[in-house]
């Protein structure tokens, strides 16, 4: 089965950093981690930063100048550098990436941001 594995989630004071990451859990299968998405409760699953094949990269207005990605050449890990972490922030993170032409999603990771 074609998976991703994300890591890095955990529990964070507000203005505090974590940083996630995202990788293929199967080699014999070429999928390539693209970027990611969170989803609050009760609330839908929105876009948080997604790169496009020619590496051109599409953030949330709400984490503009707050959050980074960035990938290795190999497009086989994707990570987002999240910093001044806000409560609103809160949320399962779930890495998407391509396996050919088909959307893989990831389990998700749990990210609270509290004091």
């Known amino acids: 089965q074609v998976q991703l594995v994300e890591s890095g989630g955990g529990l964070v004071q507000p203005g505090g950093s974590l940083r996630l990451s995202c990788a293929a859990s199967?080699?014999?299968?070429?999928?390539?981690?693209m970027g990611w998405y969170r989803q609050a409760p009760e609330k839908e699953r929105e876009l948080v930063a997604l790169?496009?094949?020619?590496?051109?990269?599409k953030y949330a207005d709400s984490v503009k100048g707050r959050f980074t990605i960035s990938k290795d050449r190999a497009w086989n890990t994707v990570s987002p550098q999240m910093n001044n972490l806000k409560p609103e922030d809160t949320a399962i993170y779930y890495c998407?990436?391509?396996?050919?032409?088909?959307?893989?999603w990831g389990q998700g990771t749990q990210v609270t941001v509290a004091s």
């Open positions: 998407i990436g391509l396996y050919g032409s088909a959307s893989v």
């Open positions: 790169f496009s094949r020619d590496s051109s990269i």
């Open positions: 199967t080699p014999r299968f070429t999928v390539n981690p």
